[in-house]
Nanobody, 127 residues
Framework: VQLVESGGGLVRPGGSLRLSCAPS????????IGWFRRAPGKEREGVAC????????YYGASVTGRFIISSDNFANTVELQMNNLKPDDTAVYYC?????????????????????WGQGIQVTVSS
C-alpha cells in the first residue's frame, strides 16, 4: 500500500494550493481518505476527510469554509483545495486511509484509526 501526496509548496497569504493524494493498494470501496497536518511545535491536526462511499465530508474547525476535499472514485484520487491560506496553515500535510467501517464508527479525526499514511508534503504560507 502506498499513498503519494503532491501539490505542496510555497504560497503567499490569501493564496490557494491544491493537494492531491494518489493511493495504491487500497480501493475506495473499502477505504476513506483523510488529510492531517503537523506544524512545528504543534500536535497533529485533522484537516479534512471524505467518505468515499457516500460522499460525506468532514472538516477541522480551523479550515472550515476555506478548504474543500473531493474524491474521484474513477481515478482513485483525493484532492484538497486550500483557499485563503494563512501563515498558520504552514505545516507538513499527510493523507491517510481509514477503513470506511472505522470512519463511520469512530469519526474522521482519530489518527490511530487510520491504517496507512503517506510520507507528507510541505505547505508553506509566507509573504
Amino acid at each position: 500500500v502506498q499513498l503519494v501526496e503532491s501539490g505542496g509548496g510555497l504560497v503567499r497569504p490569501g493564496g490557494s494550493l491544491r493537494l492531491s493524494c494518489a493511493p495504491s493498494g487500497v480501493t475506495f470501496d473499502d477505504y476513506a481518505i483523510g488529510w492531517f497536518r503537523r506544524a512545528p511545535g504543534k500536535e497533529r491536526e485533522g484537516v479534512a476527510c471524505v467518505d468515499t462511499g457516500d460522499g460525506r465530508t468532514y472538516y477541522g474547525a480551523s479550515v472550515t469554509g476555506r478548504f474543500i476535499i473531493s474524491s474521484d472514485n474513477f481515478a482513485n484520487t483525493v484532492e484538497l483545495q486550500m483557499n485563503n491560506l494563512k501563515p498558520d496553515d504552514t505545516a507538513v500535510y499527510y493523507c491517510a486511509a481509514i477503513l470506511l467501517v472505522d470512519l463511520r464508527y469512530s469519526g474522521p479525526f482519530f489518527p490511530e484509526e487510520y491504517a496507512y499514511w503517506g510520507q507528507g508534503i510541505q505547505v508553506t504560507v509566507s509573504s
